[in-house]
């Protein structure tokens, strides 16, 4: 009785030690994603994301599952693009800045930097082929009605007769 006493108390201990291993790996591998999944919501562009932000709800969702399936050739764009920032501040911050080398290296950051948007546009035209002329309509309301607040620029929001609201302040009401 007191051998299977013990056995069952080191499964219960590998039971927990393999569910916190499980745990630790996927905390990284998420944290890892997140940067591909943010990517691909086109967070390294926000006025193309003002564009899509009007669409209706199928538009929009139809534009980020394409989005999410160029995934896989957009990452190696995406780094490149990162991999030419670097060398532009390297350029900059050698003993003698060589003007011409610094303007080469911008050309190439510039055409990088619009192939990488070129998959994107294909994407929105793709959507907006699907959306009959009454939703690309509801574009326009919903471009020229716009909330006053959004998600993303919390800090430019104007309430009624004054400026932005404090965000640092506390909440309790008292000055």
């Known amino acids: 009785m007191k051998n299977l006493f013990f056995k069952i108390n080191w499964l219960w201990v590998v039971i927990i030690i ?10 990284f591998y998420s944290a890892y994603k997140v940067k591909e999944i943010r990517m691909t919501r086109i967070s390294f562009e926000n006025a ?32 490149n693009i990162m991999a030419q920032r670097s060398i532009i501040i390297n350029i900059i911050a050698e003993d003698e800045l060589n003007v011409d080398k610094l303007e080469d290296a911008l050309q190439v950051y510039t055409n990088m930097y619009l192939n990488m948007h070129i ?57």
């Not at 209706?56 to 780094?79: A, I, Q, S, T």
């Not at 994407?123 to 574009?139: A, C, F, H, P």
């Open 119 to 175: 998959p994107v546009y294909e994407v929105m035209i793709s959507t907006l082929e699907g959306l009959n002329v009454e939703e690309r309509k509801t574009i326009l309301n919903n471009f020229k009605n716009r909330p006053k607040r959004n998600g993303r620029n919390r800090n430019d929001v104007r309430h009624l007769g004054g400026p932005p609201r404090n965000r640092n302040r506390s909440s309790s009401g008292s000055n």
């Open 48 to 79: 193309i994301s003002r564009i899509i932000e009007p669409f209706p709800r199928k538009g929009k969702r139809n534009f980020y599952v394409e989005m999410r399936n160029k995934r896989d050739e957009l990452l190696p764009r995406y780094e």
């Open 18 to 27: 393999l569910g916190l291993n499980l745990f630790a790996v996927s905390f």
